[in-house]
């Protein structure tokens, strides 16, 4: 998937895989990435049941987001407002039960009773993503269900062990967490100076996920510094800043005293500070060394200045707390 933005945040999730004969499913499993969470379902309906009457999504945006309603006393109409509280993004990093939202859904569409194009059609309204596997289906039913956006993918049996079903897997998994973060990132867009749709910061932002093997991400202001999390939950940060957010720290220090040394890296640019928490941002810039982290320079729409930090390095997270995907799976 063309990725437009980056997300407000990405952490692993739970498959479903819907097929009446068990043995093809676990044979299918064989061809899987062995750090993929999942679930075996060899009864459709039974399937549909769990969904819509066991299973209770996370809706983990419904955290962050509050609606208001804004009235118009002269044409009477109501205009819905979102109240993002974007610093609470990262406490899903505590959730240890985020691993079992269900992202993707994987089903045949040879089934008895009920198959794969009539499995969806009840899941049609979800927002979870439907990949069907089509070894009987024509092309044309296939791309019917596509088009009127019953499936988001489907895949011939032909290819399930060319890895092909681990790139689709991969790729609905983000279109997921692209669509539940869209009203978010669609507001936080309205701001000046708004750049997580840059395709250069896109394209270094993925390059340090796949360097550092980072497997989960999460926004934690709307400035666009990231707290991210590999397997094993260990944290670093991303932070960046445009060259004027630089430039306008550099005028708050300037306008005080005994900040010589950090003017001087701020101004030319040899580090940039992060302030996570409101109580760091109140610090005076005299004490702001801790804060300043070694700065390269991207050039894309805008000239930006990012530091990549490893470990908490000192900002309030409680690393003990933090449930990770390896334990998650070591409990499955």
């Not at 998937?1 to 999730?13: A, D, H, L």
């Not at 009203?183 to 867009?189: D, F, Q, V």
Request: proline share 4%; net charge neutral.
């Amino acid at each position: 998937m063309n990725q437009k933005q980056i997300t407000c945040c990405y952490f692993p999730t739970t498959i479903l895989f819907v097929d009446d004969k068990l043995s093809f499913l676990k044979s299918l499993m064989l061809s899987l990435d062995k750090k993929l969470a999942y679930q075996l379902f060899n009864n459709p309906t039974q399937t549909l049941d769990f969904l819509h009457n066991n299973y209770k999504p996370g809706t983990f945006t419904d955290n962050w987001l509050s609606t208001l309603k804004n009235s118009d006393e002269n044409n009477k109409t109501t205009h819905s407002l979102i109240d993002i509280d974007v610093f609470s993004i990262h406490k899903e990093i505590y959730n240890p039960d985020r691993f079992q939202e269900i992202a993707v859904v994987v089903v045949d569409y040879a089934m008895p009773d009920m198959d794969g194009l009539e499995f969806c059609q009840h899941l049609k309204d979800s927002q979870i993503k439907k990949l069907m596997l089509t070894g009987q289906a024509s092309p044309d039913q296939a791309v019917e269900a596509f088009n009127s956006g019953v499936i988001q993918k489907f895949l011939s049996k032909d290819g399930l062990y060319s890895g092909q079903l681990n790139t689709n897997i991969s790729e609905l998994q983000r279109q997921y967490f692209h669509d539940l973060s869209s009203p978010i990132m669609s507001n936080l867009s309205r701001e000046p100076g708004y750049y997580l749709n840059d395709p250069a910061l896109i394209t270094l932002f993925n390059k340090i996920c796949k360097k550092h093997r980072i497997i989960e991400y999460y926004l934690v202001d709307s400035a666009g510094s990231f707290l991210m999390l590999d397997f094993e939950g260990k944290p670093s940060w991303l932070v960046i800043k445009t060259d004027q957010d630089v430039e306008n720290h550099y005028n708050r220090a300037a306008a005080c005293k005994n900040t010589s040394k950090i003017k001087s890296a701020l101004q030319k640019r040899e580090k940039i500070p992060f302030f996570f928490t409101e109580a760091d941002k109140k610090i005076e810039p005299k004490d702001w060394k801790k804060y300043l982290h070694s700065a390269n320079i991207l050039i894309g729409r805008n000239k930006y200045h990012y530091a990549y930090i490893e470990g908490p390095s000192g900002y309030d997270i409680k690393t003990d707390k933090i449930a990770s995907y390896k334990d998650h799976l070591a409990k499955l």
